[in-house]
Antibody, heavy 118, light 105 residues
């Protein structure tokens, strides 16, 4: 059974870069067809899709964030990562990594709260 | 845009829950999923493709609908079903989620 685990700094200063890594275990990130994704949830609010990457490196981002985000994959480490540049307090959220199949998400990490301080 | 209603559903164990998700435009291929989120936990896939139950999901959960109107029904609520439910469309990029319906006792 595949498991995902987010890691990275929990506190980021405004205008800096938020960086998170998702480590996949129990399965290979190189298994074809999966959308390795990042999703965030603002406190007491709904879910926001950030974007995904395939093991090949092909990616797709939410247009609302596209200018500030990069998702990358490292198949040798079975990991994928998220960078969000020029963060503001509005980027404070629980960040989830997840595995997508045809676009729906059948496996999620536990989530990590990242707070942006002003 | 996905609009879920009601915002909160107050029911008792054993009762039937009906949750609605309405899309502002047709959901391509009925690519509509439902997730359950308990406090402090990640979302859990319940329904995909509008009506297919995910692995391990009890038969009391049912999804239906097409086009712009979708429904999640829980036939008889169990204590562990009290949670927040989100719908998600994955037919058109960017994929989007509804704002959630809280099912409370």
């Amino acid at each position: 059974q595949v498991q995902l685990q987010e890691s990275g700094p929990r506190l980021v200063k405004s205008s800096q870069t938020l960086s998170l890594t998702c480590t996949v275990s129990g399965g290979s990130i190189s298994s074809g067809g999966y959308y390795w994704s990042w999703i965030r949830q603002h406190p007491t609010k709904g879910l926001e899709w950030i974007g995904y990457i395939f093991y090949s490196g092909s990616s797709n981002y939410n247009p609302s964030l596209k200018s500030r985000i990069t998702i990358s994959v490292d198949t040798s480490k079975n990991q994928f990562s998220l960078n969000v540049n020029s963060v503001t307090v509005a980027d404070t959220a629980v960040y989830y990594c997840a595995r997508g199949w045809w676009g729906y998400y059948d496996a999620w990490g536990q989530g990590t709260l990242v707070t942006v301080s002003s | 845009v996905l609009t879920q209603s009601p915002g909160t559903l107050s029911l008792s164990p054993g009762e039937r829950a009906t949750l609605s998700c309405r899309a502002s435009q047709t959901v391509s291929n009925n690519y509509l999923a439902w997730y359950q989120q308990r406090p402090g936990q990640a979302p859990r896939l319940v329904i995909y493709g509008a009506s297919s139950r995910a692995t391990g999901i009890p038969v009391r959960f049912g999804g239906r609908g097409s086009g712009t109107d979708f429904t999640l029904t829980i036939s008889r609520l169990e204590p562990e079903d009290f949670a927040v439910y989100f719908c998600q469309q994955y037919g058109t990029s960017p994929w989007t989620f509804g704002q959630g319906t809280k099912v409370e006792i």
